[in-house]
Structure formats: structure tokens, C-alpha cells
T-cell receptor
């Protein structure tokens, strides 16, 4: 079965540093998403991306966050100046035409120290 | 987005059938019902999706009554590896075509030997 891949699996960064989380969605998919899950809490929607632009975003997705699809295969989430509360698992997901079945990656565990 | 209510936890012995019921009283006409499974430190995994009546795949069955205000995920003959959190989600494609998923706390299923 095709899968969404995320790198790195674990990232440790100092508070205030910029981080870029990378994802390779399933190749023929059109919709791309980022979610996060703080330890012990619910999975939360951050942003959806379609046709090279953001289609929806949540209140969590403030000016510190940005997304990009730089080369037609990768999909990245950038956090400009990390805070301690950004520590979480970040999941990338993608879905095809019709959009209702989303495939998730294994996640990147971000630890801000 | 329709709110969902499901049991916080369930226990089952190996080999038994498990039914997890989710209520979604304010489901909208265009909403689909989707179930995901999540193991610790992994991304959610799509199990099954339906709109009405019954849907079956190689993993599970989904029963949806005519009023669609609830749904039941049925896992036949569970094994220890089915121990996970199961999420019921209700939603529809947005005007932009993306499918924002709103996760609740899910049902933590523990399979006992």
C-alpha cells in the first residue's frame, strides 16, 4: 500500500530556532494536511493545502507556521521561532481526488528545549 | 462540524467481536462517517468510511442506521494487535475540496489474552 513518509522521525531543537518538518505525500494525491498531537491529547488539525495554496487553517496555525510544496513531491511545515508548547507529534496526511480518505504519515516528534 | 460521542475505553478478550458505537446527533446531510485507528506514537490509520446502511471491508464493518445519528464499528475476532485508540469522525468536504478531520478523544480498546 502506498504511504506518506515523514522526516525526521524525531527532531530536538532549542526554543527560538526554526524547524522544517518534511513530508512526501502519496504521489497522485491532491490534498495535503498537517496535524499535530501534543502528548496525551487529541489530534488537532493545523492546515490543508491544495493547488499550491492553503485551503483551510486552524487557529493554531498562526504567523509562526508556514507550509510549502517546493518541488511537486515534498510538502513542508516550517515553524519560524519554536516555543516550548510546540513540542508535539506532527503528522502529515494526504488524500486523493474526492478527498475523504486521508492517509497519515508516521509523524515527526518535535521536542523543543 | 458534527460532534461525536464515543466510550472512552473498552476491554475485550481475544477472539471476540467488538462493537464500538459512536453518536453524532447533529450529523449533516453531506457528512460522511469515518473511523480511524491509532497506535501509540503512530499516525492515525484509516479503517472504514460510510454514508448510510452497512459497509464492510477486510478489516471491519460499519453499521449506520437510517437516521444516521449513530454508527457502530464492528471488529470481528479481535487480537492483541487490535489494542489501539479508535476514532469516529464526521464531516464533509469543504468548499475548497479539503476534508478537515476533527478528532475527539476516541475509544481506547484494550484486548486481553
Amino acid at each position: 500500500e502506498p504511504e506518506v513518509t515523514q522526516t525526521p522521525s524525531h527532531q530536538v531543537t532549542q526554543m527560538g530556532q526554526e524547524v522544517i518538518l518534511r513530508c512526501v505525500p502519496i504521489s497522485n494525491h491532491l490534498y495535503f494536511y498537517w496535524y499535530r498531537q501534543i502528548l496525551g491529547q487529541k489530534v488537532e488539525f493545523l492546515v490543508s493545502f491544495y493547488n499550491n495554496e492553503i485551503s483551510e487553517k486552524s487557529e493554531i496555525f498562526d504567523d509562526q507556521f508556514s507550509v510549502e510544496r517546493p518541488d511537486g513531491s515534498n510538502f513542508t511545515l516550517k515553524i519560524r521561532s519554536t516555543k516550548l508548547e510546540d513540542s508535539a507529534m506532527y503528522f502529515c496526511a494526504s488524500s486523493g481526488a474526492g478527498g475523504r480518505k486521508a492517509f497519515f504519515g508516521q509523524g515527526t516528534r518535535l521536542t523543543v528545549v | 462540524l458534527a460532534k461525536t460521542t464515543q466510550p472512552i475505553s473498552m476491554d475485550s478478550y481475544e477472539g471476540q467481536e467488538v462493537n464500538i458505537t459512536c453518536s453524532h446527533n447533529n450529523i449533516a446531510t453531506n457528512d460522511y462517517i469515518t473511523w480511524y485507528q491509532q497506535f501509540p506514537s503512530q499516525g492515525p490509520r484509516f479503517i472504514i468510511q460510510g454514508y448510510k446502511t452497512k459497509v464492510t471491508n477486510e478489516v471491519a464493518s460499519l453499521f449506520i442506521p437510517a437516521d444516521r445519528k449513530s454508527s457502530t464499528l464492528s471488529l470481528p475476532r479481535v487480537s492483541l494487535s487490535d489494542t489501539a485508540v479508535y476514532y469516529c469522525l464526521v464531516g464533509a468536504l469543504s468548499g475548497a475540496g479539503s476534508y478537515q478531520l476533527t478528532f475527539g478523544k476516541g475509544t481506547k480498546l484494550s484486548v486481553i489474552p
